[in-house]
Nanobody, 123 residues
Framework: VQLQASGGGLVQTGGSQRLSCAAS????????MGWFRQAPGKEREFVAT????????YYSDSVKGRFTISRDNAKNTFYLQMNSLKPEDTAVYYC?????????????????WGQGTLVTVSS
């Protein structure tokens, strides 16, 4: 599976941004998909994950209520809608796919990773 993340950029505090991750290769709907992020000088952290059908989603406490993960299996693409952005959301955002990933957001459960897209939230 190859993953291509896009949609990053510069946004003001309180604004919104939508990230996309397009997948190619093996059956997209067979994978749990997730978003992670890495801020400068910090470790990569879990943001959100969505199950294979799109019926279940999980979020980190830091983004719950502001971010929404979704997927379109017909388009082999999944998304991260980010609202009410804060400067602390500034990071490189990575999309990932895991054949057997669970709901705890553990990075080692993901088999494939996209290249990352930078989101900068200005104060």
């Amino acid at each position: 599976v190859q993953l291509q993340a896009s949609g990053g950029g510069l946004v003001q505090t309180g604004g919104s941004q939508r990230l996309s991750c397009a997948a190619s290769g093996r059956s997209f709907s067979s994978y749990v998909m997730g978003w992670f992020r890495q801020a400068p000088g910090k470790e990569r952290e879990f943001v959100a994950t969505i199950n294979r059908s799109g019926s279940s989603t999980y979020y980190s406490d830091s983004v719950k209520g502001r971010f929404t993960i979704s997927r379109d299996n017909a388009k082999n693409t999944f998304y991260l809608q980010m609202n009410s952005l804060k400067p602390e959301d500034t990071a490189v955002y990575y999309c990932a796919a895991g054949a057997a990933a669970g709901t705890r957001g553990l990075s080692w459960e993901y088999d494939y990773w996209g290249q990352g897209t930078l989101v900068t939230v200005s104060s």
